[in-house]
Antibody, heavy 119, light 111 residues
Framework: EVQLVESGGGLVKPGGSLRLSCAAS????????MNWVRQAPGKGLKWVSS????????YYADSVKGRFTISRDNAKNSLYLQMNSLRAEDTAVYYC????????????WGQGTLVTVSS | NFMLTQPHSVSESPGKTVTISCTRS????????VQWYQQRPGSAPTIVIY?????PSGVPDRFSGSIDSSSNSASLTISGLKTEDEADYYC??????????FGGGTKLTVL
């Protein structure tokens, strides 16, 4: 069974940093592209970042470019999102999602981890 | 880049049929597949339609998807509405770099 479990969320002050992790199991993590998607409270889904299976291709939404860094460790079946210079508008539930058999789309999602940026 | 626009909310009675639209702002709706996701409160999204009109196993055949090039839009149709269908629905596609684009979401109320 495919499982994606996010961790690392919490309360952080504006300007602070946080590192999210996503532990994957139930599939061969190393062959799939992975993504982060966020959802602000009461709002819709917004794509944040993607990373290809071997980390050759990395993309970011304009809203996080230069502040967030996506990475992965295929030996540990883990995906990461380093978030620096956090702003109030970064407050959201952050989901990791697998891009699987469906081209250009998520097929499995984690349950999400809440990041709150507030003083 | 392009945007996907959905109605903010729709409502319909149990047993009826409802259609949710998703209009692409630029470029052809047919150029990249459209997916649809259901999200119940407090839960992660789950896919109900992929590649415009394909249904994953386990999704009832009451759910169907289509695209219309004349209106440059995709649609999700749910027939025989049940109260359990009440949720937020998001359309999703991708751009030329395979970056994901989501619609703003539609709240379906089954009353």
């Amino acid at each position: 069974e495919v499982q994606l479990v996010e961790s690392g969320g919490g309360l952080v002050k504006p300007g602070g940093s946080l590192r999210l992790s996503c532990a994957a199991s139930g599939f061969t993590f190393s062959i799939y592209s992975m993504n982060w998607v966020r959802q602000a409270p009461g709002k819709g889904l917004k794509w944040v970042s993607s990373i290809s299976s071997s980390s050759n291709y990395i993309y970011y939404a304009d809203s996080v470019k230069g502040r967030f860094t996506i990475s992965r460790d295929n030996a540990k079946n883990s995906l990461y999102l380093q978030m620096n210079s956090l702003r109030a508008e970064d407050t959201a539930v952050y989901y990791c999602a697998r891009e699987g058999a469906i081209v250009g789309a998520p097929d499995y999602w984690g349950q999400g981890t809440l990041v709150t940026v507030s003083s | 880049n392009f945007m996907l626009t959905q109605p903010h909310s729709v409502s319909e009675s149990p047993g009826k049929t409802v259609t949710i639209s998703c209009t692409r702002s630029s470029g052809s709706i047919a150029s990249n597949y459209v997916q649809w996701y259901q999200q119940r409160p407090g839960s992660a999204p789950t896919i109900v339609i992929y590649e415009d009109n394909q249904r994953p196993s386990g999704v009832p055949d009451r759910f169907s998807g289509s695209i219309d090039s004349s209106s440059n839009s995709a649609s999700l149709t749910i027939s025989g509405l049940k109260t359990e269908d009440e949720a937020d629905y998001y359309c999703q596609s991708y751009d030329s770099s395979f970056m994901w684009v989501f619609g703003g979401g539609t709240k379906l109320t089954v009353l």
